[in-house]
């Protein structure tokens, strides 16, 4: 059969249509699943994250009462040098993980962080009677103080 110019031509099959559609349908699909998967991803790192803080945090707050106890114990005068290593290991060890003391004196009472014991003129904290406990952004204990 000789090409004649109705035939030379190409043209377009009806069933080409249909699986460019398809073929756009499923990409479409696809973008979406992908966009799922990666938000799914996300929100599953934000929740691990938040629930290692948590796990974290309620650890280092069960281990205050024993910090309480190592301090107090290396303040007697019966302190033995064990009694200061065991101590020190281990406020190096809560504060690797984030913990921060508060105990400052001369500071402006802050609700945030202290607990008063007394009505100060001024608001000023004039003595810390037991130290607070900070862990990242999370008050885990505040500081018992006398305000001035």
Do not use: C, W
């Amino acid at each position: 059969m000789a090409p004649t110019p109705e035939n030379d031509a190409v043209t377009e099959n009806p069933s080409d249509d249909a699986l460019s559609g398809d073929v756009a349908e499923l990409t479409d699909l696809l973008q979406r699943l992908q966009a799922d998967f990666d938000n799914y991803r996300k929100r599953s790192r934000s929740e691990n994250g938040l629930a290692r803080e948590h796990a974290t945090s309620a650890l280092v707050k069960s281990l205050l009462p024993a910090l309480d106890a190592l301090d107090a114990m290396v303040s007697s005068p019966q302190a033995t040098p064990g009694a200061a290593l065991t101590h020190r290991l281990f406020t190096q060890a809560l504060s690797a993980a984030g913990l921060r003391r508060i105990e400052e004196t001369g500071v402006v009472f802050d609700p945030g962080v202290h607990e008063p014991v007394n009505a100060g003129v001024h608001n000023v904290v004039t003595k810390v009677l037991r130290p607070g406990y900070q862990l990242g952004t999370s008050l885990l204990r505040p500081a018992t103080v006398e305000l001035d």
